[in-house]
């Protein structure tokens, strides 16, 4: 099992150094650093001076990949990759094209997304489990119908009409929770975080009620399954005890993977709500072409990636335990 | 489910639930307003954006201020006891006068002197041990962690204070030149204040040789600012630059202190993100408490904020709308001003409407539902706007938008003399087509006035009526400007070479591109309607759309043929606005802001001629033949001036749209009891509805329910084996 860990943590390695790459090239390929000068500094009354300090004191006044004018090993280390994108490797996210350390900022908004993110994830995931469990019970039954036409009518509408009508029902109709806003305090927070709770919830039921009632219905037929009603099992006990048990593999690779980038939170949730998490912070820097923050979270987000895959792969031998990990 | 749960601990919050403010801020003399774009710097040496300076002009106050009600704008002393002095120097030394030709001045002195007790908010950079050394100077692992929340420097312990001096001025000074600061204005003000050019290679050359260090900017000297002594300030400029009044009211010269520049030059402090580009230090009348750029920024009252009044004299009418009932009260009027982050305006809109936002602007979803047009052109609130009490006030803001034309291209520019003439009768036939009026009415709600040259109203130059009508586009019919036919514009169009939009001599049609950026104006909807009114004189449009970046540097080579672009004013003087047509501003020759490229020796003539001159019957007469030249060659298609809109509820007083000062809340005030009745009255949870919605949903679950109980009952032939 170590073994097996340490080589995938080996294989990240370049991985990483790839997404870095690319990141770094498509980004250079629509800004410039002189582009991300101006951006910075504004339109106004910017003059080419101050552009060229703007880049010196940034360290973007290097060649992008290969130092021509310098020696030996230098000529790749003192080039802007190198500088802004390895020493992602040993942690240091750096500061933002504004002079805000990038770590910091990371840590302050990463609770605020957690809030939302995290009982959106419990809750969603034990609802929409226990509601495609109950459809696979009454399979072919008017229930089992109608509960799919729900799913199917949940999935067509846009997250965004959730949002949108969960805000104007229950906070400006009913006045039951407010509109928007965030306290970091969680005593008094929870009450924000109630309604875009609700609403992610609600517009993930479709889709997933609909993928897990598909994984119940092929383990419902099984011969342990006939058996086990055949012992005089409860409904219950079959389908929580036998059939999710047997069906967690396929929804363990789409739900582990996951849970590393709660931290990541979501933009549209976090924009509508006020929330001020992670959700908007890589699309507000790429607006703002600050190239710090895109390959921090860019980074951030794959290594997060990678460690919910091997999570993965772990959590397998945990409900299967004919899988070894060697 | 999970609401239902919530509720009974909702009941616990008071009668509002759904009130987005902690329920200790009930009815606290505070305003409550919004931002929808995280500012950038604090720092009053770099920020220039309105979503900047909104919050760094409540805290910071620069030598000088406009007065709150009086218009035209009127500059008034801020922390002076009065208006600089300002004193005249020809090339050899010599004292010269307001009245020498100004190629002859050599230097102009502004000599200001403070006002006593001026004082700094309580800050902990001010704090000092017993022996007079600075307290915070060098903070321990728990003070460092103990800053790093929403509290900021504000966490540490018994802030100190101190009188405001007038080396705190010359400090900030010295700052535009500091190479890590990176001023915006640093460029402008190194060619005019003397010896800023010369400090920034100084500061650079101890930069390179301590890396890192901390620049102590007191020791070098600045002859171009210099304290007399505690509180006299002269400023030295080379020449003679009249517009410099106007940077006296802006942050870029408002007061740093050194300890606090030293303050937040700590490692620690840096490392946690707080600097003075992030928690302001000021001597306004309030100082910032809270600091979550992501959500809530808060200002309180500064408690040793100096004596200023509410002013009792404004313009007519001021006295009606009950602008003046505050006079000569003590300011500011309210105790906070809490900023919540908005990034969508539904939710914005709906607090609004809800009370808990103060004042708002209106968006073009919110229009129909605000704001009633009347056949006579009136503005009214809707009726339910009105039922709540909400009123409306508008103003033209001293912004020009503008669709410009790259005279460096062959088409609309031309390279000969005949080439000119004819592209200049293109571009006046093509403002004739485009019909301002009709565009403000589809896009803009009505939210605009076409533009009549480059000067918007509210500032010193701009007239109304027939004397402010361009006559290229215009005629004066039945009192009113009315623009010239369809059929006029096509007569250009032919004299200019394209006789129905043909090459006279090759019949070629005539493409025009335009290029603008996605969203704004460039949207597609406003390119089709562009393109409609073109199709009436036979002109063929090409849209070429692309990013902000290919955008600027298309206009920075000289490759776009058209643009939208606008401009918001700096400052109250038409130079302001001239500049932008100025020919050693062009943009492809000189880097300026002339993006036009418009070159025209007479009008550079007079506009240095009007730079210098005081506002009069006499500048006026250069202005309107700045004006009668620029609408002739319409280098530009002067557009429109926007109109801003805002909506105030009934307890916000003395509200006053602003368009050039941006310190303007200390002089509001709100009736918190008011508000907070109201806010109650229109916040009353509704639950019965609730409570249907919970019912249907128990409703649907239900069968589910029945079914398994008799599912669970049946042996394996149906039969029921356990009674229920």
Not at chain 1, 84 to 109: H, N, P, T, V, W
Not at chain 2, 54 to 66: H, M, N, T, V
Not at chain 2, 391 to 411: A, E, H, I, K, M
Not at chain 2, 421 to 438: C, T, V
Request: glycine share 8%; proline share 7%; charged share 20%.
């Amino acid at each position: 099992m170590l073994r097996y860990l340490l080589r995938r943590l080996f294989y990240a390695v370049p991985i990483l150094i790839g997404v870095n790459l690319i990141t770094f090239a498509l980004f250079f390929m629509v800004n410039s650093p002189d582009d991300m000068a101006r951006m910075q500094l504004g339109v106004k009354r910017v003059t080419p001076e101050a552009i060229a300090q703007w880049k010196a004191a940034r360290g973007y006044d290097k060649p992008l990949f290969i130092n021509e004018s310098a020696t030996a090993l230098q000529q790749v280390t003192d080039t802007i990759f190198f500088d802004k994108s390895m020493r992602l490797f040993a942690g240091e996210f750096g500061r933002s094209e504004d002079g805000r350390e990038i770590g910091q900022e990371i840590r302050q908004r990463m609770g605020p997304s957690l809030a939302i993110a995290l009982p959106t994830f419990v809750i969603g995931l034990g609802l929409t489990i226990s509601l495609a469990l109950m459809l696979v019970l009454f399979r072919g039954t008017w229930l089992d119908r109608t509960g799919v036409v729900l799913c199917v009518g949940l999935m067509s509408i846009s997250s965004l009409f959730f949002i949108i009508g969960g805000q104007f029902v229950f906070a400006r109709v009913l006045k039951l929770v407010p509109i928007s806003g965030y306290e970091s305090n969680p005593w008094t927070a929870w009450h924000f975080l109630v309604l875009p709770v609700a609403v992610s919830i609600v517009a993930g039921i479709g889709g997933s009620t609909r993928w897990y009632r598909t994984i119940f219905l092929e383990e419902i037929g099984r011969d342990y399954v006939r058996t086990a009603r055949a012992k005089g099992l409860s409904d219950a006990r079959v389908l929580f005890g036998h059939v999710l048990r047997n069906g967690l593999i396929p929804i363990l690779t789409g739900v582990v993977v996951v849970i590393p980038s709660l931290f990541l939170g979501s933009l549209l949730v976090e924009s509508f709500f006020g929330i001020p998490g992670l959700g908007s912070y890589t699309i507000d820097a790429i607006a703002a072409q600050d190239f710090a923050v895109v390959r921090a979270m860019v980074f951030l987000g794959s290594v997060l990636y990678l460690v919910g895959l091997i999570l993965t792969d772990l959590s397998y031998t945990w409900v299967d335990p004919r899988i070894r990990l060697k | 489910m999970l609401a239902t749960l919530c509720l009974p601990v909702l009941a616990g919050c008071g009668s509002e639930w759904n009130d987005p403010y902690p329920s200790t801020e009930r009815g606290n003399n505070k305003i409550y307003t919004s931002f929808s774009e995280r500012p950038k710097h604090l720092d009053p040496a770099i920020a220039y954006s309105n979503s900047e300076i909104g919050f760094i002009a409540q805290i910071y106050e620069p030598p000088l201020q406009y007065h709150y009600l009086k218009r035209p704008y009127t500059l008034i002393p801020a922390t002076l006891e009065a208006m600089p002095e300002i004193r005249y120097f020809d090339q050899s030394g010599r004292p010269a006068s307001e009245a020498t030709p100004a190629d002859q001045i050599g230097r102009t002195v502004y000599r200001m002197k403070l006002r006593g007790g001026v004082q700094y908010q309580p800050h902990p950079a001010f704090s000092q041990n017993p022996d007079g050394t600075p307290r915070y100077m060098n903070l321990d692992g728990r003070q460092a962690r103990a800053v790093q929340g929403a509290a900021g420097p504000m966490a540490l312990a018994d802030p100190g204070t101190r009188l405001l001096k007038a080396q705190d001025y010359v400090y900030q000074i010295k700052r535009l030149a500091h190479p890590a600061v990176q001023s915006p204005i640093f460029g402008m003000m190194g060619e005019h204040i003397q010896g800023l050019q010369a400090l920034s290679d100084e500061i650079k050359a101890q930069i390179a040789a301590q890396p890192g260090v901390w620049v102590d900017l007191d020791p070098l000297p600045l002859p171009g600012a210099v304290a007399i002594d505690d509180r006299t300030l002269e400023i030295t400029l080379n020449g003679k630059y009249p517009q410099f009044i106007y940077w006296l009211a802006m942050n870029f010269f408002a007061p740093v202190p050194r300890e606090v520049d030293q303050f937040y030059g700590q490692p620690a402090l840096r490392r946690s993100n707080v600097r003075i580009d992030t928690w302001p230090v000021g001597t306004g009348p309030y100082m910032m408490v809270h600091n979550n750029p992501n959500s809530r920024i808060e200002l309180a009252r500064n408690p040793n904020f100096h004596d200023e009044r509410y002013p009792c004299q404004g313009e007519p009418g001021d006295a009606a709308a009950g602008l003046l009932e505050s006079c000569d009260a003590k300011l500011p009027l309210i105790d906070g001003v809490v900023f919540s982050r908005e990034k969508e305006s539904l939710p914005y809109w709906n607090k609004f409407l809800q009370g808990y936002y103060d004042e708002s602007g209106i968006s073009s979803d919110s229009f129909d539902q605000a704001v009633r047009v009347t056949v006579t052109g009136d503005v009214n609130v809707s009726p339910a706007m009105a039922a709540q009490g909400i009123r409306l006030q508008t103003s033209v803001r001293t912004s020009v938008y503008y669709l410009g034309f790259n005279l460096l291209d062959p088409v609309v520019g031309g390279k000969t003399h005949e080439e000119q003439r004819r592209a200049k009768l293109l571009r006046q036939a093509l403002s004739i087509a485009l019909d301002q009026e009709e565009f403000i009415s589809i896009f803009l709600n009505g939210r605009g006035q076409p533009g009549m040259g480059p000067i918007p109203p509210g500032i010193f130059g701009h007239q109304s009526g027939q004397a402010g009508m361009n006559p290229v586009v215009y005629t004066w019919k039945d009192g009113a400007p009315q623009r010239r036919s369809i059929k006029e514009a096509k007569a250009l169009l032919a004299q200019a070479g394209w006789p129905d939009g043909r090459d006279r001599q090759t019949g070629r049609p005539l493409v025009l591109n335009l290029d603008t950026t996605s969203g704004g104006l460039g949207d597609k909807s406003t390119m089709d309607w562009m393109s409609r009114q073109l199709n009436q004189i036979g002109v063929q449009l090409v849209v070429r759309s692309t990013d902000f970046n290919r955008f600027q540097e298309k206009l920075r080579k000289g490759s776009a043929q058209m643009y939208f672009l606008g401009w918001n004013a700096d400052y109250p003087d038409p130079e302001n606005f001239f500049f932008l047509l100025y020919g050693p501003e062009g943009k492809v020759a000189h880097g300026g802001e002339n993006t036009a490229n418009y070159n025209n020796p007479e009008f550079d003539r007079l506009f240095r001629i009007m730079v210098n001159m005081p506002n009069g019957p006499a500048r006026q007469n250069v202005i309107d033949s700045m004006l009668r030249l620029v609408r002739e060659d319409a280098p530009w298609i002067y557009w429109f001036y926007p109109k801003t809109y805002v909506l105030q509820h009934s307890w916000l007083q003395n509200f006053k749209l602003n368009n050039v000062a941006s310190n303007t809340l200390k002089y509001e005030r709100v009736d918190a009891d008011r508000r907070e009745a109201l806010r109650q009255e229109w916040n009353k949870p509704l639950l019965w509805p609730f409570a249907v919605l919970v019912a249907g949903v128990l409703a649907l679950l239900w069968p589910a329910v029945r079914a398994y109980r008799s599912r669970s009952g049946l042996d394996a032939f149906g039969n029921r084996v356990r009674g229920d």
